[in-house]
């Protein structure tokens, strides 16, 4: 669909009003409208004076979410920002800002869930399966077997759910 500029700058603000937006998606979108690159940058330049977009406040919003809702480790979350082109310095900080083990405390909590539908035929592949889960959630493997190990009751420190 072709649009001018004035249509499309209209309809990217609502969108962006609707949630936050990072600068990709915006871009991608224009580009999908058909928009001249110079109209692209204009467009997206005033969105940014009005605060429409804004990388790090979006970044702030996703890690929020994506820990919390989605419940997903540190490595899946930047991997994700990594193809959003968001850059290291915007999301490191964000990181950094995060209680220190939350996201130890969310992988305890779902592997705590998941532990009970595992189905294996000894410890050892009860405990692979486990680890291979966790990292699937993009989480870390010194973390996963940190986790799996207090659940499995092979660690020295006490779970507490």
Not at 40 to 69: G, M, Y
Not at 99 to 127: D, M, P, T, W
């Amino acid at each position: 669909m072709k649009l001018s500029e004035p249509q499309a700058l209209n309809r990217i603000a609502a969108y962006c009003s609707r949630g936050e937006r990072c600068e990709f998606d915006v871009q991608k979108k224009l580009k999908a409208w058909e928009l001249e690159d110079d109209a692209i940058k204009r467009i997206i330049d005033r969105l940014k004076k009005e605060r429409f977009v804004d990388d790090a406040r979006f970044c702030k919003s996703f890690v929020n979410d994506k820990l919390h809702f989605n419940k997903w480790g540190k490595n899946k979350i930047t991997f994700e920002l990594r193809k959003r082109n968001i850059s290291e310095s915007i999301y490191n900080p964000v990181f950094e800002e995060l209680a220190g083990n939350e996201f130890e405390q969310q992988l305890l909590h779902i592997l705590s869930v998941k532990i009970k539908s595992v189905k294996a035929k000894n410890e050892y592949e009860k405990r692979t399966k486990l680890v291979r889960f966790a990292l699937g959630r993009g989480f870390s493997i010194d973390l996963a077997v940190k986790c799996v190990d207090k659940l499995l009751g092979e660690s020295d420190e006490e779970f507490v759910p």
